[in-house]
């Protein structure tokens, strides 16, 4: 069969891609190997921005309908020393302090929940066909076509996109290498139900989804644990010894050891994995590209696998429509590498490296039983977030030649969340005069925030480039006023590429600079 893009890997990120490239009306084919879906726990944690990913795909209702655990709950951590009921446990984390920078609330699903509801939408979706129990065989490309073998029969496309996990068929195929940092940890997951557990961390901490454990044994490396989807179901990961089996660990011990006292458990699932960082070492090859796990795997440590991948597939699907619609630049394909593998990289050292390089700084400089109370205190600042180094996790794309950043600027997951609308910054939420949501207004294209006689020369220019572009007034209902420029460029995945007062003569550049016509050595500079 042909179609414009294959997808291989039919999981959330596979799907997610098929409902940004289905909406923009590419056909496209996808192919999982998995006829059915599988109940294992994981990528639970959905962030405000997967979120909005899930507004602009029509599934936000939906998503938020199908939620398994009381609206109480909120997306909370703690995090304690030796174990959960000792003396030294504080609040470690609260996604919602930073709900006001979003056009959307963050939300927590099982992924299998938040598959299936993918899975329905793609099917609304007539120029999408999805093959599952069909096997990726083989994947390789020409200059004109790429081609996937499968156990179904052949598919030719224009584009191939591997969605298909750590040990991706098609990057291997694709000739794509990949660099590990290996940390040399076996890891154990446990899914089990103990509403014994609930009544217990309750009872301690009040409504908390998810409890990370440092344990001077494990040389920073957490033990974590976080309720599912009912109030007595439970995932725990935690590092072992390297010939642990199935047969011979002792899990309650673990759990219990790691909670501090003895409860019920009743055990649904036990598996193994290996920690590592793995980032592929270009995201594209010729026609063929990867996204979600098969371009980059880490620890789910933090929450940023699932949520990261999504974003994957918000920046490739837009360059993937330009492209076979017929209005990208030459360097509009090249930019998914550069934009996001920056980010992941960030992601990586900033944040998961950081974890386990802060705690295990910690756990070496602080101990209890030499000082108790020099390590009550050291615990108060860290828990004040002065004993440790704190990022905010705010991906940005300012280094991108796709961007008018700042003089200088590097794409990186290291941010700061505010209102005002800058260059290679994820677009912040307002609310028109109208009472609409500036979301809905923003279309399926570009989008110019701001009006008058400025913004002729910019419709102008996307015309002749056929660039979809909607004009949004800037008539802002909300206190917060402006975003600090007469004049906002907006891509189709929502991020800031221009902003400023629009020079009749700076509109053209500005359209070609965000399409991947201008030169990459042009980053850093914005025309007024």
């Known amino acids: 069969m042909e179609t414009q893009v294959a997808i291989v890997g039919g999981g959330p990120v596979g799907l997610g891609l098929a409902i940004e490239l289905g909406q923009r009306g590419i056909d496209t084919v996808v192919v999982e190997k998995a006829a059915e879906m599988h109940s294992i726990p994981k990528g639970q944690n959905l962030t405000q921005r997967t979120m909005e990913h899930f507004r602009f795909w029509g599934v936000e209702d939906q998503v938020r309908a199908a939620r398994v655990m009381p609206p109480d709950y909120p997306a909370a951590g703690v995090n304690a020393y030796g174990n959960l009921l000792s003396r030294f446990a504080h609040p470690w984390f609260r996604r919602s302090d930073v709900d006001q920078y979003y056009f959307a609330r963050s939300e927590r699903l099982p992924q299998y929940i938040t598959e299936r509801i993918l899975r329905r939408r793609v099917n609304d979706l007539p120029v999408v066909t999805t093959r599952y129990g069909v096997a990726a065989e083989s994947v390789r490309s020409t200059e004109r076509n790429a081609f996937v073998g499968t156990t179904g029969g052949d598919i030719v496309a224009q584009y191939v996109v591997g969605c298909d996990g750590s040990r991706s068929l098609v990057r291997r195929q694709a000739g794509i290498t990949e660099t590990r940092s290996d940390h040399d940890r076996r890891m154990v997951l446990l899914v089990f139900r103990s509403r014994e557990l609930q009544r217990i961390l309750e009872e301690r901490f009040g409504k908390v989804a998810f409890f990370n454990v440092l344990d001077p044994s494990l040389d920073g490396y957490w033990r974590f644990l976080g309720t599912v989807d009912t109030l007595e179901r439970w995932f725990f990961h935690a590092p072992v010894s390297a010939d642990s089996t199935a047969d011979n660990l002792d899990y309650k011990a673990l ?42 795997s880490h620890p789910p440590y933090g929450g940023y696998g699932i949520n990261t ?89 300012e280094g ?78 909300d206190e917060r006023g402006s975003y600090g420029s007469p004049l906002v460029l907006v891509r189709p995945d929502h991020y800031v590429c221009w902003a400023g007062t629009g020079e009749p003569d700076n509109a053209a550049t500005v359209i070609g600079r965000a399409i991947g016509s201008r030169p990459a050595s042009l980053v850093g500079g914005a025309p007024t």
């Open 255 to 296: 759990l219990h050891e790691s909670v501090g006292t003895v409860f019920p458990v009743e055990l649904d699932h036990i598996g193994f994995w290996d920690l590592r960082i793995a980032t592929a070492d270009s995201y594209r090859a010729g026609r063929v590209f990867i996204a979600g796990d098969a371009a980059h």
């Open 400 to 477: 991108s030649p796709l961007v008018f950043g700042p003089p200088g600027g590097a794409s990186s997951a290291v941010g700061v969340h505010d209102f005002e609308a800058r260059p290679g910054h994820r677009l912040p939420p307002r609310r028109l005069r109208s009472g609409d949501d500036l979301f809905a207004a923003l279309g399926t294209g570009f989008a110019l925030i701001g009006g008058g006689p400025a913004a002729a020369p910019f419709e102008a220019a996307a015309g002749g480039l056929r660039v979809p572009l909607a004009l949004v007034p800037a008539d802002f209902a």
């Open 309 to 397: 991948g999504f974003e994957d597939a918000r920046n490739l699907g837009w360059k993937l429509a330009a492209e076979l619609q017929g209005w990208s630049g030459a360097a509009l394909l090249d930019s998914y590498t550069v934009e996001r593998r920056a980010v992941f990289l960030s992601t990586a050292r900033d944040f998961i490296g950081a974890f386990i390089e802060n705690d295990r700084a910690f756990i070496q400089a602080n101990d209890p039983t030499v000082d108790e109370v020099g390590f009550g205190v050291a615990w108060k600042e860290r828990q004040a977030g002065s004993g440790r180094a704190v990022n905010v996790f705010a991906p940005h794309y």
